[in-house]
């Protein structure tokens, strides 16, 4: 175990984050283009499927996805042949319990073995999950599928059931750094304001407000621990009311805790739609516009809840993408817990009603003037590849402690 203080002060952490921004400076249509709208307008028809239906397109890109995998992505392939199956014994849905588990170790340790050969460099794009868990895992996704898939269409499909559609103006109040450690920036050709959540602070929260209202912001997403940070700084301040109207608030990243939804609900007067992903891509839960429930999206993924013990509450749930052919997760054992609902939304969709079982809690760092800095979703960039798994520990404001346990591969110049 190596330690290293005060890291997150020398900011190595935070150069990426410049460079999403200067991706989020190509005008909106032309990153989404015909393509994104075309899909768009597919995802809106089938919201509405049956049962049946979904069922069936499942069934169907299951089908394709397995046969890939075995065609293409090595592990697979020796996985099927070591446990005497075939593409072909993978028909539907319910025969997907006669494929083993896949376990994060497993793909940290033959990264190599999980990328389809089919697929050329140019075509996949390197990604690595954040700090929540401890142990970054770096996979690798379809490139096309970036804006297509899960944060593309099916991410504008979940604002739709907000009210929010392309080209409206939205505040994200998330882990952004932005150049010369402004608190926000605004972007006119996306109408974003980005808000920094590391910069909140009690002292600068009317500043946050006051930008809202400047560029009239009709929506709101981001950490809910932010969130509600910024709701109770505003509230301690006096505010009666808030700066804006707001016409829904999208919360993602963490768990939504009830006392926070209340929180946050009743100063801004309008609603929260909660959104369960992972970074991995596997699997989407999303909260419309009836709130009865988190929705497992059908067409985005296949999700199976597992018990070891029928006496507890929340099963753990696995994962299978239907969108990543660049590297299929196929079974993904995703270390969160969550149960279905029985009843049905009354929205009218038929994907399935689940619950969360807590787990991802909002992590603060302290900084040395008392303010609250967002520690969950901090990338280790260029380190993960060489870092096996770490850990914050804060024993003093405006310090932070770093304990990693390094692969053979770290070096030097990694620390
Ligand atoms: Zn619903």
Not at 16 to 29: E, G, Q, R, V
Not at 346 to 355: A, D, I, V
Not at 396 to 410: A, R, V
Request: glycine share 6%; proline share 3%.
């Amino acid at each position: 175990m190596k330690s290293l203080s005060n890291l997150y002060d020398t900011g190595i952490l935070l150069s990426k984050n410049s460079l999403k921004y200067a991706y989020s400076l190509i005008p909106l249509k032309w990153r989404l283009g015909k393509k994104f709208f075309r899909e768009l307008e597919f995802l809106e028809k089938s919201q509405w499927w049956s049962v049946q239906e979904l069922e069936q397109y499942q069934n169907d890109q299951l089908r394709k996805l397995v046969e890939h995998a075995y065609n293409n992505v090595p592990y697979y392939n020796r996985l099927f042949r070591d446990n005497r199956l075939s593409y072909s014994d993978i028909r539907t849905i319910h025969d997907l319990p006669k494929i083993p588990l896949l376990h994060k170790e497993t793909v940290k340790n033959n990264l190599s073995l999980f990328k389809a050969t089919n697929f050329k460099p140019n075509q996949m794009v390197k990604l690595n999950t954040s700090g929540t868990t401890g142990e970054p895992l770096i996979f690798y996704y379809n490139r096309r599928m970036r804006m297509l898939g899960f944060n593309g269409t099916f991410l504008w499909r979940h604002y739709g059931w907000g009210g929010h559609k392309v080209g409206e103006r939205r505040a994200t109040l998330s882990c952004w750094t932005i150049k010369g450690n402004r608190n926000f920036i605004y972007n006119p050709v996306n109408r974003l304001l980005v808000l920094s959540a590391y910069t909140l602070k009690h002292e600068n929260a009317e500043k946050y407000a006051d930008k809202m209202a400047k560029y009239q912001i009709e929506y709101l997403d981001g950490y809910p621990s932010s969130i509600e940070l910024l709701t109770s700084f505003l509230k301690e301040k006096g505010l009666k009311k808030p700066p804006v109207q707001l016409r829904a608030i999208f919360c993602w990243a963490e768990y939504l805790y009830d006392w926070q939804r209340k929180n946050i609900e009743t100063f801004w007067g309008c609603k929260c739609f909660d959104r369960y992903g992972l970074n991995e891509r596997v699997i989407w839960g999303l909260e419309c516009e009836k709130h009865e429930g988190l929705h497992l999206i059908s067409e985005f993924g296949i999700t199976e809840f597992m018990n070891d013990d029928s006496d507890k509450q929340f099963k753990r749930i696995i994962a299978t993408s239907l969108t990543n052919y660049a590297m299929p997760f196929i079974r993904y054992e995703t270390g969160d817990v969550g149960r279905l609902l029985e009843n049905k939304c009354s929205c009218g969709r038929n994907f399935p009603l689940f619950e969360l079982g807590g787990g991802r809690k909002r992590n603060f760092a302290i900084d040395k003037d008392g303010s609250y800095i967002p520690i969950a979703n901090i990338d280790i960039p260029n380190v993960s590849d060489h870092v096996s798994q770490f850990q914050f520990m804060q024993n003093k404001k405006g310090s932070l402690t770093l304990s990693i346990i390094k692969k053979s591969t770290f070096q030097d110049n990694d620390l």
